[in-house]
C-alpha cells in the first residue's frame, strides 16, 4: 500500500510537469502566433527561421522548465516522502533509533516528519523500559527464588518436626515478601527512569511527612524510637505520589537503621524557592564509601547487611528528586548516624529535566 502510494504520487507529478511543458509550449506559441512587427518575434521572422525550428526551439525550452520544475517537485516532496518510507521500514525491522530530518519548507510534511520522530522516541522508551524491567528481574531474583525452592523441598522431602518446619515456612514467607517488594520497586524504578513529565498539583508537605509516619508507625514503635518534629507549615506543588515515595524510602531507612529507643528528628522549612526537609537518624551510620555509591542501582553497602532491603530504594529517590529538579544531600558517620538533606522546589507545573 505504502509503495502504491508512493508510486502514484510519482505518476502524479510526471503528469503535472507533462501539462506545465505542453501549457508552456502552447502558452509561447500562441504568443509567437499573436505578435506584431514590435513584439519579441515577428511573423516575418518566424517565417525566416522556420516555422518547424521556432517550434523545436521553444518545445526545447519548454522541457528544460519542465525538468527543473520537476527537480524542484522532487526535493520538496518525493525526498522526504522517501526518506520516510525507508524509515518505516527500519522500525518493521526493530529499529527504533531512526530519526528523519525535520528540515523540510512545507508545513504538512513538517508536522508529518516531526510526528514521527516523537513516535519513534516513545517506541524506543517503551522497548527499553522492558528490557532494563527483564534485566533487573534476572539480575537480582535469583537468590531469593533459590532460596524459597530449596527450603520448600526440604519440608516436602524431609521429616521435619514442627519448629523446624515452622521456621522454614517463615524464611519462606519473608522470601516472598521480598520479591513482591523487589517487584514492585524494580517496576516503579524502571518507569521513573523513562518518565520525562509528570502533573503536579499544590499539597501540604508537613502533612505529607506526618502520614508517612503514620504509616511507618509499626516499625518505629517496635524499635521504640522517639521522634522529634518541628515541621513548618509548607504548601508545594509537585506530584504528590512521587514525594510520597520519597519519605517511605528515606524515613524508613533511618528506622531500619537506628538502634533500640533511637532518636529520629525531622524538620521541613522553607528556604528560598526550595522545601527544605532535613531527616536525622542516630543509628549505625555508613562509611564514605557506601555513602558515595548510594544511589546506585541494587548496591548494598556492609552497612546494609543488618537491615532487609535490596538496593532499590535510593535509586527511586534520586530519580525522583532529580525529576522535580530538586537536589539530596547525605552526610554520615559509622557508629553516630546520618543526616538526609533534600531540598525540593515549591512549584513545578512539570518535570524539568530534559528529554533524555
Not at 532529580?322 to 547525605?330: A, E, N, P, S, T
Request: glycine residues 6%; hydrophobic residues 40%; proline residues 1%.
Amino acid at each position: 500500500m505504502k509503495k502504491f502510494r508512493i508510486r502514484t504520487l510519482k505518476v502524479r507529478l510526471i503528469i503535472s510537469i507533462f501539462v506545465i511543458i505542453t501549457s508552456v509550449y502552447g502558452l509561447v506559441f500562441m504568443l509567437i502566433l499573436l505578435a506584431d512587427h514590435g513584439g519579441i518575434i515577428a511573423m516575418e521572422n518566424l517565417y525566416r527561421i522556420g516555422h518547424f525550428r521556432v517550434m523545436i526551439i521553444f518545445f526545447l525550452l519548454s522541457v528544460i522548465i519542465g525538468l527543473l520544475a520537476f527537480y524542484r517537485f522532487n526535493q520538496i516532496f518525493l525526498k522526504p516522502i522517501n526518506e520516510l518510507s525507508t524509515a518505516l521500514k527500519e522500525v518493521e525491522r526493530g529499529n527504533y533509533q531512526i530519526v528523519v530530518s525535520t528540515d523540510v519548507k512545507i508545513r504538512e510534511l513538517h508536522r508529518l516528519m516531526t510526528g514521527f520522530n516523537r513516535m519513534t522516541k516513545e517506541i524506543s522508551s517503551v522497548e527499553l523500559l522492558k528490557k532494563d524491567f527483564i534485566s533487573y528481574f534476572s539480575h537480582e531474583f535469583k537468590t531469593p527464588i533459590t532460596s524459597i525452592r530449596g527450603f520448600s523441598r526440604q519440608i516436602k522431602e524431609r521429616d521435619l518436626s514442627n519448629e523446624k518446619q515452622k521456621e522454614y515456612i517463615d524464611i519462606i514467607y519473608r522470601e516472598s515478601n521480598r520479591l513482591i517488594k523487589m517487584s514492585t520497586n524494580v517496576l516503579t524504578l524502571t518507569k521513573l527512569e523513562h518518565q520525562v513529565t509528570f502533573d503536579a498539583k499544590q499539597f501540604s508537605l508537613d502533612e505529607q511527612l506526618r502520614r508517612t509516619l503514620l504509616l511507618l508507625e509499626k516499625d518505629w514503635t517496635e524499635k521504640a524510637i522517639e521522634l522529634e518534629l518541628d515541621l513548618d507549615e509548607l504548601a508545594i506543588t509537585s506530584n504528590e505520589e512521587m514525594i510520597k515515595q520519597i519519605w517511605i524510602n528515606v524515613i524508613g531507612n533511618a528506622i531500619n537503621y537506628s538502634k533500640q529507643g533511637g532518636l529520629l528528628k525531622i524538620k521541613c522549612k522553607k528556604d528560598g524557592d526550595f522545601a527544605k526537609v532535613r531527616i536525622r537518624d542516630y543509628g549505625i551510620g555508613m562509611p564514605d564509601k557506601v555513602r558515595e555509591r548510594i544511589f546506585e542501582k541494587f548496591y548494598q553497602g556492609d552497612a546494609s547487611h543488618g537491615a532487609s532491603g535490596n538496593g532499590l530504594g535510593m535509586s527511586i529517590v534520586k530519580r525522583i528528586i532529580d525529576l522535580c529538579g530538586g537536589r539530596i544531600v547525605i552526610k554520615s558517620q559509622l557508629k553516630k548516624g546520618t543526616v538526609v538533606l533534600v531540598y525540593l522546589p515549591l512549584n513545578v507545573k512539570q518535570g524539568s529535566e530534559k528529554n533524555v
